[in-house]
């Protein structure tokens, strides 16, 4: 990545006002025939696949990014030693993935998730046998799903399941496992829209992370960082993207902003989106998954190799540990849904010291002596996240392709939540960007009548 954040850039905020230097940069660039055509604002996975396509294909790109860093929800963390990924880490429909052939080409190993799954009642390490109930409503409740979203259903999950799979002894550590997928409980996501995500190949896992696999594909690409986007400007020829340091015209904008950052009113867009584009924005909530890793001394687990456990509570509230992380002592819990916001608003210490908690219940409290420090995330109170991934609310169906049109041929929607078959991923997230890269295209082409 070319991070055009530099000390030129600081001699110039000292030099000119902040006010000059985007506007500044745009002109001085305009001069030499490089003033961009296309600003992409947000440099997650969806901008930077936008960028790329659009720059491939000859056009002249700006990416304006709010953080010190790209990636956005994909990111790597190396302070405890050991990689472990914040956000994203693992690649879903690993047959349709196209990140799967990126990682591959750029040798990056990919390993199958084979990884054990236990469950514990107290400390006690429940056997194949016992959890049987488990597997079996985990499967019913998949079933009962699928069925509502064939016929059509765009009702709250819970609505869709029987009184007989609800009333299961397991019914609680079933439904989190789903909760988890979707980031909120059944009762609030649609039927339909779960039903038209595409799982196709088993998960991959990535020992060097996600998010460095994202941070590998955007390096080349140019960013403006801690350039937060707060206005634009649609409704003339052309867009003008105000930023505290400048505006930037172009001839199209791509918006790759987490939806919920639009829809808690954050940018500001002249003249307002449509009611039924502002609505599908909040149509389409993120839901919350965090995580809490937890660095030892010594391997405090049963095994030397990796493993899933999982706490059986009657109210399915608990965490899931990834026990060690490949070569580390490192171990990854995360938590979905209510309990998610819960432990974010108890702030991080009590975060870690509830994940550590369970873990003692697990596995008894030898493994305090050991524990050395813990980092917990917080994506909903991240102003440039506002939660994790989106879900689809009851009776919005329709939410996410309503979002891929573009408006008055100068305006792009880009990002997870406009993926139908692959919302809520970092697949997903390249695919609306590749999508967005397209109209671009076609809306400036020569004689399609619809660029500024
Ligand atoms: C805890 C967690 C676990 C996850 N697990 C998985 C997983 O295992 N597999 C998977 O495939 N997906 C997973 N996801 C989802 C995946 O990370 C996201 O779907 C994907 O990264 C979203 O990419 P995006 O480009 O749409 O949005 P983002 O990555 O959020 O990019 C948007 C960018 O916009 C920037 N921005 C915000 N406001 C402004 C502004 N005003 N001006 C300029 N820039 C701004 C942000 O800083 C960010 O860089 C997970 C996410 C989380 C949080």
């Known amino acids: 990545m070319k991070q055009l954040e530099s000390s030129t850039r600081r001699r110039l905020l000292q030099g ?7 506007a500044g940069w745009a002109g001085r660039s305009a001069a ?33 990014e709010a953080r010190d860093r ?19 880490s693992r690649l879903h429909a690993s ?24 469950v514990y009642e107290g400390a006690r390490r429940l056997g194949g046998a016992e959890t049987a109930g488990y597997r079996a409503v985990k ?5 009962e799903l699928t069925d509502a979203g064939r016929r059509g259903l765009d009702i709250p999950a819970a609505a869709a399941l029987t009184q007989v799979t609800k009333a299961d002894p397991w019914y609680p550590l079933a439904a989190a496992d789903v909760a988890a997928w979707e980031g909120t409980e059944p009762a609030n996501f649609s039927t339909l829209d779960r039903y038209q995500f595409i799982e196709r190949g088993e998960d991959l896992l990535i020992p060097r992370g996600y998010g460095t696999l994202l941070a590998h594909y955007g390096r080349d690409l140019e960013v403006r960082l801690r350039t937060p986007v707060g206005r634009i400007r649609w409704g003339g020829r052309g867009v003008a993207v ?103 608003a108890a702030g991080e210490a009590a975060a870690i010291e509830h994940a550590l908690g369970e873990l003692v219940t697990m596995l008894g409290s030898d493994l305090r002596r050991h524990f050395e420090r813990g980092v917990a995330t917080a994506w909903s109170i991240d102003p440039y996240s506002r939660g994790s991934y989106s879900y689809c609310l009851p009776g919005r169906y329709g939410a996410r392709a309503l979002l891929t049109r573009p408006l008055a041929g100068r305006l792009v929607f880009a990002g997870e939540h406009t993926e139908q078959g692959a919302y809520g991923t970092l697949h997903g997230a390249r695919l609306s960007g590749e999508r967005a890269a397209r109209q671009v295209l076609g809306l400036l082409a020569p004689g399609s009548g619809r660029s500024a």
């Open 95 to 118: 047959a349709i993935n196209p990140w799967v052939g990126y990682a591959r080409q750029n040798g990056f190993e990919l390993v199958a998730d084979r990884l054990q799954r236990h």
């Open 139 to 143: 499967a019913r409740l998949q079933q």
């Open 70 to 88: 790209i990636g956005g929800r994909a990111f790597t963390d190396g302070s405890l030693g050991a990689a472990w990924d914040r956000g994203c």
């Open 242 to 344: 105000e930023t505290p340091v400048g505006v930037v015209n172009a001839r199209a904008v791509v918006v790759a902003l987490p939806v919920a950052v639009i829809a808690a009113g954050a940018i500001a867009f002249e003249p307002q989106l449509p009611a039924e584009v502002l609505a599908a924005h909040h149509d389409l909530p993120l839901g919350l998954m965090n995580k809490v890793a937890l660095r030892f001394r010594r391997n405090v687990f049963p095994r030397e190799e990796p493993e899933f456990l999982r706490l059986q509570r009657r109210d399915g509230r608990g965490m899931s540990y990834q026990t060690r992380l490949p070569g580390s002592q490192v171990c990854v819990a995360t938590a979905a849904g209510s309990l998610a916001y819960e432990l974010e």
């Open 16 to 22: 000119l006002g902040a006010g000059a230097l985007v």
């Open 32 to 64: 030499q025939g490089t003033a961009p055509e296309v600003v992409v604002v947000g440099a997650g996975a969806a901008g930077l696949a936008a960028a790329r396509d659009l720059g491939a294909a000859g056009r002249r790109v700006l990416m304006l």
